[in-house]
């Protein structure tokens, strides 16, 4: 359902641009979101966009993420600049719906000089 790419491993005050594709319209669903998890962490909650409105940021964001979509591709973007260290983790695309979410498969994203 949902193939998120765009990892990899960049240094401290690098940038990279995750994607997510999905299978199907995402306007079909009413949330789409990105997480991620660090080794031994949580599944945290990056950002959303809730029912085709404009996107949300978790605080630790702090203006350095943007989330944004094309419809016509099926596509949601994750862009992250000034990347640190702690930014370090799995990143995953979420999509969720009345009747249920889907994951995807995670893209590994590694600051470090």
């Known amino acids: 359902q949902l193939q998120a790419s765009g990892g990899g491993l960049v240094q401290p005050g690098g940038f990279l641009r995750l994607s997510c594709t999905a299978s199907?319209?995402?306007?079909?669903?009413?949330?789409m979101a990105w997480y991620r998890q660090a080794p031994g962490g949580q599944r945290d909650w990056v950002a959303s966009?809730?029912?085709?409105?404009?996107?949300v940021y978790a605080d630790f964001v702090a203006g350095r993420f943007a989330m944004s979509r094309d419809g016509a591709k099926k596509e949601v973007y994750l862009q992250m600049n000034n990347l640190k260290p702690e930014d370090s983790a799995i990143y995953y695309c979420n999509a969720r719906r009345p009747s249920g979410q889907f994951w995807g498969q995670g893209t590994q994203v590694t600051v470090s000089s």
């Open positions: 966009m809730i029912d085709g409105g404009g996107p």
């Open positions: 199907e319209n995402i306007f079909s669903f009413n949330v």
